[in-house]
Nanobody
């Protein structure tokens, strides 16, 4: 059974940093990624990383501030968020799929439960 478990969310001051983690169990995937959903807004793609080659792909809105990495031995991917802005406040969801295009296209098969990121100004 596939499980994606996020951790690392919390309350951070604007300008600060945060690292989210997503641990996968059950299998490995072609890629894993992050999405976020702010109150009253649609869920949006944040970034993705391939499991084997370390390829990364980010939404334009987060390029330069968000960095994904992975630890294959731990089946864990990380999302480093720097210079947090109030508009980064959202529930961040980990996602995974065997098909890279499904992941970056916003339709991954597997989802985590989400972790809340709150930014104080």
């Amino acid at each position: 059974q596939v499980q994606l478990v996020e951790s690392g969310g919390g309350l951070v001051q604007a300008g600060g940093s945060l690292r989210l983690s997503c641990a996968a169990s059950g299998r490995t995937f072609s890629g894993m990624g992050w999405f976020r959903q702010a109150p009253g807004k649609d869920r949006e793609f944040v970034g993705a990383i391939s499991w084997s080659g370390g390829r990364t792909y980010y939404a334009d809105s987060v390029k330069g501030r968000f960095t994904m990495s992975r630890d294959n031995a731990k089946k864990t991917v990380y999302l480093q968020i720097d210079t947090l802005k109030p508009e980064d406040a959202a529930i961040y969801y980990c996602a995974a799929d065997e098909i890279w295009r499904a992941l970056v296209g916003g339709h991954p098969r597997y989802w985590g439960q989400g972790t809340q990121v709150t930014v104080s100004s």
